[in-house]
Structure formats: structure tokens, C-alpha cells
């Protein structure tokens, strides 16, 4: 199957600072997304991104599709406590209809008050 | 309420045991997914239906089945074939034309003992 490359890992953070995770790919796609799974729950969608250079806002988040359309950026601005979970990088390798995701290995991110 | 409900959340299967992981949706969706969950490795594919009587292998399908008998409910089982069961498993499930927006369950930890 495809392959994300997701970085970093891992982040420990103080309340109210700028987070920055990226993905990127060895492939060219269409579509990128950025999903977060808080403890013991399944992911959630944050983001989807349909177009080279597209940037999409959801509220103190902020992800771009990279021009080559190998990679994509996720920001959070400001973070607070309940932003603490596993942040993942998918692309839809199957086309629009298919649904068939890949997903990156997720970012886990620990904000302390 | 809508949603995808998973059972049991956690499950214990002995050696050689065959297990059934539930899955059941009421959000109308064609499409449901199966993924598998390891720490450091994301979300990996496992079985994918986009339609009543009809699935199709993931990336890792060896030493699972499932079936897709009712629209609504699409049960994963754990055979013994598969070797290293312990993960954790989440249900998803998705309209057929934007599969990218998957709503997942809550998840089953499943443990061998």
C-alpha cells in the first residue's frame, strides 16, 4: 500500500503555543486529510483538502495541500488542554467514491496547563 | 442519535479461538470499513464494503473475515489464522460518494490471553 511519512512523532507543548505537524508522500494525490483520535475514542475529521495550495481553516486549525501534491501541513494555533490526542495524515487512495484511506502512523500531541 | 456502535469495547480470545468483532450503523451509509490500530503504525485497512453483499480485502485481510448481509451492520471476525491479534479495531462507515468523510465507532481492544 501507499506510504505517509508523518513527523513528528510526537510533541509536548505548553498551553497557548503554535503547533505544526506535517505528512508527506512519495506519490501525487488528490485529496488530503487530517483526522485526530482522542484516548480510547475513534478518529474524528478535522480537515479535508481537495486542491494543490488549498489552505482550509476549522477554527484555531489551520492544513494546506502542498503545491506537489505530495504532502500536507497541519497547524494549531494557540492550543489548549482538550487539543491532546493523535493527530493522523490520510490520503484517499481509491478515488472520491472508494474511501479506501491511508493513513500516516499520527503525531501524539501532549499539551501541559 | 446517529452513529456507529462497536461490541463488546474489550474482548479476550484464547489460543486458537475464533472471535466476532460487532459493528452497527443507522446513518444510512453504503460504505463500512474495518481498520486495525497498533501503537507507532496509524489506521491499516483490513476489509472495505461499499454495498450490501460485497467487500473487498485491505491491506492486511489475512486471518480475518467479514460479511455485509444487512446495510446496516458489518461484523469483523478474528480467526485463528491470524497470529498477533491484539489491537485495537475501529469501524467506519461513510456515504459512497464522499468516502473520504468516515464516521468511526468508539473501537474494540481486543486481548488474547
Known amino acids: 500500500g501507499q506510504q505517509l511519512n508523518q513527523s513528528p512523532q510526537s510533541m509536548f507543548i505548553q498551553e497557548g503555543e503554535d503547533v505544526s505537524m506535517n505528512c508527506t508522500s512519495s506519490s501525487i494525490f488528490n485529496t488530503w486529510l487530517w483526522y485526530k483520535q482522542e484516548p480510547g475514542e475513534g478518529p474524528v475529521l478535522l480537515i479535508a483538502l481537495y486542491k494543490a495550495g488549498e489552505l482550509t481553516s476549522n477554527g484555531r486549525l489551520t492544513a494546506q495541500f502542498g503545491i506537489t501534491r505530495k504532502d500536507s501541513f497541519l497547524n494549531i494555533s494557540a492550543s489548549i488542554p482538550s487539543d491532546v490526542g493523535i493527530y493522523f495524515c490520510?490520503?484517499?487512495?481509491?478515488?472520491?467514491?472508494?474511501?479506501?484511506?491511508?493513513f500516516g502512523q499520527g503525531t501524539i500531541l501532549t499539551v501541559h496547563p | 442519535d446517529g452513529g456507529i456502535t462497536q461490541s463488546p469495547k474489550y474482548l479476550f480470545r484464547k489460543e486458537g479461538q475464533n472471535v466476532t468483532l460487532s459493528c452497527e450503523q443507522n446513518l444510512n451509509h453504503d460504505a463500512m470499513y474495518w481498520y486495525r490500530q497498533d501503537p507507532g503504525q496509524g489506521l491499516r485497512l483490513i476489509y472495505y464494503s461499499q454495498i450490501v453483499n460485497d467487500f473487498q480485502k485491505g491491506d492486511i485481510a489475512e486471518g480475518y473475515s467479514v460479511s455485509r448481509e444487512k446495510k446496516e451492520s458489518f461484523p469483523l471476525t478474528v480467526t485463528s489464522a491470524q497470529k498477533n491479534p491484539t489491537a485495537f479495531y475501529l469501524c467506519?462507515?461513510?456515504?459512497?460518494?464522499?468516502?473520504?468523510?468516515?464516521?468511526f465507532g468508539p473501537g474494540t481492544r481486543l486481548l488474547v490471553l
Open positions: 467506519a462507515s461513510s456515504d459512497r460518494v464522499r468516502g473520504e468523510t468516515q464516521y
Open positions: 490520510a490520503i484517499n487512495a481509491g478515488g472520491t467514491s472508494y474511501g479506501k484511506l491511508t
